[in-house]
């Protein structure tokens, strides 16, 4: 089994940068669609930004972080990150890692597919 572990998780102000970061242990071997989910309080959970690991294919991200927020890996060390900036109010939310099966061979948004999912991670941007 996959386990992940988020941190750097924390306050900022507006306009402010954070990075998070995903910890991989456990069957780490191969590649699979890995990503950050977010929820905030009374919303339903969504993706944020997925990348496939191991692979120079381009990430996905979601409308609403699409040039502030930037997904990347280390594929050696096991660990994924996200790099928050220019940070709104509503990017306040539990931050998630996720990783899917590794079978499809490429990244979807549906939860569904996810089936490793870290503790969470809470961001608060305030002003």
């Known amino acids: 089994q996959l386990q992940l572990v988020e941190s750097g998780g924390g306050s900022v102000q507006v306009g402010g940068s954070m990075r998070l970061s995903c910890a991989a242990s456990?069957?780490?071997?191969?590649?699979?669609?890995m990503g950050w989910f977010r929820q905030a309080p009374g919303k339903e959970r969504e993706g944020v930004a997925l990348?496939?690991?191991?692979?120079?294919?381009?990430?996905m991200y979601a409308d609403s972080v699409k040039g502030r927020f930037t997904i990347s890996q280390n594929n050696a060390e096991n660990m994924l990150y996200l790099q928050m900036n220019s940070l709104k109010p509503e990017d306040t939310a539990t931050y998630y890692c996720?990783?899917?099966?590794?079978?499809?061979?490429?990244?979807?948004?549906?939860?569904?597919?996810?089936?490793?999912w870290g503790q969470g991670t809470q961001v608060t941007v305030s002003s």
């Open positions: 990348i496939y690991t191991g692979r120079t294919g381009r990430p």
């Open positions: 996720a990783a899917d099966a590794g079978v499809r061979f490429l990244c979807g948004w549906s939860q569904g597919l996810y089936v490793a």
């Open positions: 456990g069957n780490t071997d191969g590649t699979r669609c």
